[in-house]
Each structure stands twice: as structure tokens, then as C-alpha cells.
């Protein structure tokens, strides 16, 4: 029964967090956090003149590195950090998987998978979870794209290659870049994220 318990109060309390809705604010905008080049970066400091995009990332959901029946997410960051850049949009991937913090999520594993991956974009720890709690980030990935005031104009997946019953390839996140840079508006501005549910730490009252 106590595992029951604290499996139910584990999941009641994630499924409490907010949810972070088109036109809402940016939380914990000078919440800094290391990055793997040892850099100290916040949301502040990571915008650019026209905005900000935040992808919550891991080292080890398939969905991310990918697996024998989907082919990566990550594959994708480089093409889209460069057009973000190109049009003038900071970009940050940040990982919240404090559950797997001592193990393939740790710091070191991070720099190593960095490395590996020939990351050039920032790639930054998110101890305790902290800023995937305030944004209510369900998934790796998940994507949440804001303005040059840090207000949401973007959140979801980066495509929907993750449907089979797809009848078009919709290209969110690129789309949303491309149109924003224009000034405009995201067609869609929301899409339902997928990917590996974030590990999170959430500790059970005592009795």
C-alpha cells in the first residue's frame, strides 16, 4: 500500500504543475544554469533580439538520440539553431532529467554527449528540475518558443514525424522560425509534444 502511495502522490504532483500557454510570460527569466562549456547562462542572457527558443533535451530518450523506429530529434538542432540564428533568435537546450542526474543525464555525461554530437548550440543543467516545473515542460523534447519580450508565441513537438498515420510532413518548429522572422504569425502556434516523459525527483511526505 505505501508504494501505491507514493506512486500516486508522485503522479498527482507532476500532473499539478502549470502548463505555460501561448502569450503567457516566461517564468525564471534570471535563473542561471551551467552549461556544458562551463558557461553561466539564463533566459535573459540567452535571448536575442527577436527571441528565444528553449528545447528540454536528454542524452538518452530515443526520441531524442534516437532508435531503430524513429530517427532522432537531435539530428535536427544544428539546422535549426542556424536558422534561429540567422534570424536573430537565441536557442538553448536545457536538461531537466534530475531523476537520471547520477547516471546518463549527469554533468560529465552531458559534456560527453555534447562533445560527441558536435553540439554548438548551449546545452545547460536544470538542477532540480526547476525551470521544466515553472514552464510545466512534459516531454524530451518539448519546445517552447518565445518573442523578444519572452512571451510564448511557439510550444510543442519540432515536427510531427512521430505520427505514422501523418498525411504531411508538418515542420513546426522551422515553420515558426521562418514565419517570426518575417513578423508572421505561427500557424500553428500549438502542437501536442512527444517524446520521453521528464525524469523528475519528487520526494513523498513522510508519515
Request: glycine share 6%; with cysteine; aromatic share 12%.
Amino acid at each position: 500500500m505505501k508504494l501505491l502511495f507514493s506512486t500516486a502522490f508522485i503522479v498527482f504532483t507532476i500532473s499539478t504543475w502549470a502548463q505555460l500557454r501561448v502569450k503567457d510570460k516566461a517564468p525564471m527569466q534570471q535563473v542561471d544554469m551551467k552549461s556544458v562549456n562551463g558557461s553561466i547562462y539564463n533566459l535573459n542572457n540567452l535571448k536575442k533580439d527577436k527571441g528565444l527558443i528553449v528545447i528540454f533535451s536528454c542524452n538518452s530518450c530515443p526520441f531524442v538520440v534516437g532508435s531503430d523506429d524513429f530517427p532522432g530529434w537531435e539530428k535536427q538542432y544544428d539546422s535549426l539553431y542556424n536558422e534561429a540564428l540567422a534570424n536573430d533568435i537565441g536557442f538553448v537546450l536545457v536538461n531537466s532529467n534530475e531523476g537520471k542526474r547520477s547516471q546518463a543525464d549527469s554533468y560529465e555525461e552531458m559534456v560527453k554527449h555534447a562533445k560527441e554530437q558536435n553540439y554548438t548550440m548551449p546545452y545547460v543543467v536544470d538542477e532540480q528540475a526547476a525551470l521544466a516545473n515553472a514552464f510545466g515542460a512534459k516531454t524530451t523534447p518539448h519546445v517552447y518558443f518565445f518573442d523578444q519580450t519572452l512571451t510564448l508565441i511557439y510550444t510543442g513537438s519540432i515536427d510531427n514525424s512521430w505520427d505514422k498515420g501523418r498525411k504531411s510532413d508538418q515542420s513546426y518548429l522551422f515553420n515558426a522560425i521562418k514565419a517570426h522572422g518575417k513578423g508572421k504569425k505561427i500557424k500553428p502556434n500549438t502542437s501536442e509534444p512527444k517524446g520521453c516523459g521528464i525524469k523528475r525527483v519528487v520526494t513523498p511526505p513522510k508519515n
